[in-house]
């Protein structure tokens, strides 16, 4: 592969992700310049909340930047980066090689994340390059020294107004507490996500349970004090600030279990003996239980299905969970949500926020659901849609049928504490430029597409979420 | 969700939905022109044809546009208005509700349409919000009266040189012969729906099987005689001016049964114990039974599959259907159109038209079927993707493998009968815009351009309806 | 249908399929100018090598243009000429009335590819009309006699660095022989697809059978035997130039059999006994086998599922396959492919192209399996995607999941040779255009884009498949 000699600093361009038609950009930077300060709600993430409540300074790039995200990772292994390489030895190496493989991300929304992040939060006009790697990491390490670049300092610069983490059904939410009784104002929140608890086939199911158990305070012996354990930990939830519960499961499969169905399950996972069909069936039972205590306790249920979990069993044994490559499949809502939305999806105390990695959903189930069941809103584009193409395609696809007032505003769904900014800075400029695109066209009046890019960034997640 | 103030007053502009890159609106424009006064085919749609037998005055704004609209009345549902409230209750009233609420319909194509209802077929200049709501309703009221804006006026206004209804087997089409016995001149012709009659595990089954018999005037007792009463019904409606016939199914399975399978069925269903499974085989089964007759009597086959019907049980139970929220589902159709291709497809007499409302199978099954049978018809951007976005991908995902030469050109499939202008309006843009995109990237000649845009807006409805 | 004057000439555009925004164009014409001229890397297609061991002249333009090419006869056939007509008597005939339904193609990728053919190869002024035909036919005649013709001149024309045919497992290879021993420098290597010997249930197996066991030179009566032979031929071909294998199954299923239950299969296929069920897993079976032998070999697998074969039984019967329309289906990766690729996708030493003919599968499957296996490569829009828009999406699904640099550059996939330049003349173009609208958003810089369009251009492919 020839290497062209290139200019070593780009800073970023102000109207980058905008289309270059003239009137679009025009469109798109006066739209943008309307939502850009506009506080962040972070609904939906994988932030460690310990970061928070401890504050300690974060010791060096590569553990910050390089090692905790897996879309990193990810890349640089399918280019033939064996993972050791990466996870282990110096961090100052590691960082070079990151460096040397930076082209890989050259048109992919981590490229963009990292470009911003290391512009705007790091202040490095460097490109990231071989050549550039150890003065930028130089350059990081000093800045990770400083007050400002504290865990807290960095919230409150990032301008987030309230930050969701998402959390075993077992979690006593110690850093949650920690963070409330600190007295410092930072808005962080739990959210309900009881997987661990649901996947009855799984190795591990009965250490979940008992974790379970444990912080219930009494052993889960029989499905009814399960399910009232789960009950009482949402309200534990609740208590602590979360205003969401979240589900990751392979099919969105939804259906009551008669009770004593319910009971035969649980005492046969019990036993060890549940298979994969009975962790379907009792899955898809659990749902139907959560969606009925939302209308009781008022937690947004939020669905992400469809990810082929750990797909590289190698992988998966030697470096664990989200280093297995997860692979999206095929999805379906239509028939597998009807059961669920029949029962609660037409109640007003109800909303239900679905994902889905199957974008061939979004115009054909989703937006329809979305655009007929008063419960039902549309999460923005998930994981490897999350991007500029694949907001593009989410929009295009579902506001006509949908409209955007049945979506649910963006979401960073991130592990990667410096990227919130740049992700939430990234959905507002596509926001602004598909809305830009439709006044351009005269689909939409500027003062229409006004109100629709302040809900987009702020409004809809505050509405969807109960913020 | 902040109200951001907004001039009260927008006429429609007169290049919307063209790009704004100049070369692509230049060239939109030019083409449009040359579409956009020629008459309107509309070979499938659900106008009540009583409207044009009685050519009685419509009542007033809110159950001309807003109650029969299902495309209204879904999305105010999905944010949150019960039904109740916009089907009971005092028409003014409704039309306020909907009027505050018109901000949903933004960047939709319901939008579009209406606001040209509005704009162009009452003259109303301001722009529906709550506060314009009274004097809208007052003008619409006002221009009702008159004369011109009686259904067969609005019927020549509009420039419509065939309607098309959808019709059950068993009507007698008395609203159509009345129109020709009228002396008017609009040409209003039936098209075959016999759906009700092939549903054989539906409840009410039995009584649309006695509905046929009756119109028939001999009782159904046995396959053949239903299969007589079906080519006879066929032959009637042909007499009436039909040109063609209209299949919705769940899949689009097509196989035929042995004779005495088809009996057996048959009686099964007479007895009222025909399952699902009996019916998606009583089904496939009829349509090749609908591809032969057409070979005979030269009607064209359209087949609509891929709705789940009445989603929404609860509000199925209440407000019957086309009210409890129809949801696309994944649609087959390379394997499951084989026994009929295979039989027919080749055949110069028979037309098969074919809809989708999964996108997902535009590229990858049919325009490769439209692109070797000569039978094979695609038909327009179906029902949610009837839209500016939808009518792009359509294109986009089928002109290069089965050219626009094997689409049908527009169909309106309304129940809104002043809709009707305003959705092919719609299209002829959206068409006109797409091929001066080809000509700007020096795909097109202008000359094929302007052949294309033609065919597209007339000349291939017509060809492919025998109209 | 209206016919509408249009001028005779239409010399090819320089800037066509770039957009038409000014920055767009300015970009994709700066990128393409770096390209256009790169010579041509042709690792996958269909040209029959005897036209170059032979180099004799070519006879006629129908025999050379129209009558090998299913993307022309496809679409003819589709707008209801009979294949006789076609294949059948006066080439001269059947020359007009290709040309009297070229209005077809306008707006297709074959349109393009053949107007570049007609007018760069073979300079060609006129735009081929019904009109223009005659004169047309003459002077593709009078060129194809002229020594500049010949086929080893187009190629050296062309600039084709290498040419890969695609050979059955038996096939002796004698044409890549001859054309090796002619002194000739232009290099032609084939391709190991063994396909034949892999479908048992076909009626054909016994002779496909026999055919390898003559060449291998011993009768295979057990599968170790064949299996032997399967690894004898691949060194073969490897010897006579060969880089890589491929493989066209229905579904992508992959997974050991047992040794007993493989040789158990393989004796029911000598019997005639194998079910399509028994050769679905035989198959699956193989493809383990193959990507064993490939980190053995070196030799790469492609991989081309989803293409139902000779759906139209009739005019497969009476004009043999690539006739009897190949339409594709929905096809499934992640969980197909999990036991190939556990296997074998973390091994530095192995290649996997994947094709498919469901576009769906981009996002949801291919970027994110390539996105993670050191393994996988993305091969390019196969056939029906093998268009402007088809490229267009084919990037846009991809990039940002997966990097080009995880795709495998472009092929051709040909059976017409005069086409080649075309093809890889339109990749070049969709793809410098689709960088120039990311350098234009400020998503690339130039100085990456320069690099990626080189890459893309002939880089990747030479990488990819080792050349």
């Not at 995200?69 to 890349?75: C, E």
């Not at 009784?181 to 661990?196: H, L």
């Not at 889905?356 to 329809?368: G, I, V």
């Not at 629709?452 to 960034?457: G, H, I, N, P, T």
Request: hydrophobic share 40%; proline share 7%.
């Amino acid at each position: 592969m020839t290497t062209i000699a290139r200019p070593v600093t780009r800073p970023l361009h102000e109207d980058r992700f905008f289309d270059p038609d003239p009137a679009i950009r025009r469109g798109a930077r006066a739209l943008y310049e309307e939502t850009c300060r506009l506080p962040i709600i972070a609904p939906h993430g994988h932030i460690d909340p310990q970061i928070l409540a401890e504050n300690a300074p974060f010791p060096e790039p590569t553990s910050l930047i390089v090692q905790p995200d897996h879309y990193i990772l990810r890349l640089l292994y399918a280019r033939g980066i064996p993972l050791e390489r990466l996870l282990e030895g110096d961090p100052r190496k590691v960082w070079q090689l990151f460096a040397e493989h930076y082209f890989l991300f050259h048109g992919t929304p981590t490229g963009a994340w990292l470009d911003h992040e290391l512009h705007e939060v790091f202040g490095i006009a460097e490109r990231l390059t071989g050549e550039t790697a150890g003065r930028t990491y130089d350059a990081i390490v000093e800045k990770l020294a400083s007050p400002e670049f504290r865990p807290r300092a960095l919230f409150e610069r990032f301008n987030i107004e309230v930050l969701a983490t998402t959390d075993q059904a077992s979690d006593p939410l110690d850093h949650h507490r920690a963070i409330r009784e600190s007295g410092w104002q930072g808005k962080v929140i739990p959210c309900f996500r009881p997987d661990a608890v649901f996947k009855i086939a799984a190795r591990d199911w009965p250490v979940q349970l008992d974790a379970l158990g444990r912080e219930h305070g009494a052993p889960l012996v029989d499905y009814g004090e399960f399910v009232h354990a789960l009950e009482d930990r949402r309200l534990f939830f609740k208590r602590m600030g979360a205003t969401a519960t979240d589900h990751a499961v392979l099919e969105p499969y939804t259906g009551w279990l008669s009770p004593d169905d319910a009971e035969v399950l649980f005492q046969q996972a019990r036993q060890g003996e549940a298979s994969r069909a009975d962790e379907r069936r009792f899955e898809g039972h659990l749902l139907m239980e959560m969606a009925r205590m939302s209308l009781e306790d008022g937690l947004v249920m939020q669905l992400h299905p469809g990810a082929f979990r750990n797909h590289n069993q190698s992988l998966f044994e030697r470096f664990g969970p989200d280093r297995g490559g997860d692979i999206p499949v095929a999805t379906e809502f239509t028939r597998n949500l009807r059961p669920l939305l029949n029962a609660y999806g037409n109640d007003p105390r109800f909303t239900l926020v679905l994902f889905t990695l199957d974008e061939s959903t979004y115009s054909r189930e989703l937006a329809p659901l979305a655009g007929h069941y008063p419960a039902v809103r549309l999460g923005p584009p998930w994981w490897f849609h999350d991007s500029l193409e694949g907001m593009r395609r989410f929009r295009e696809r579902t506001t006509e049928t949908a409209s955007i007032y049945k979506t649910a505003g963006f979401n960073d769904d991130t592990r990667a504490f410096c990227s919130i900014p740049a992700r939430h800075d990234l959905a507002r400029r596509v926001d602004a430029n598909f809305l830009a695109g439709l006044v351009a066209r005269h689909v939409l009046d500027v003062s229409d597409a006004r109100r629709m890019a302040r809900a987009l960034a702020y409004d809809l997640a505050k509405e969807t979420y109960k913020l």
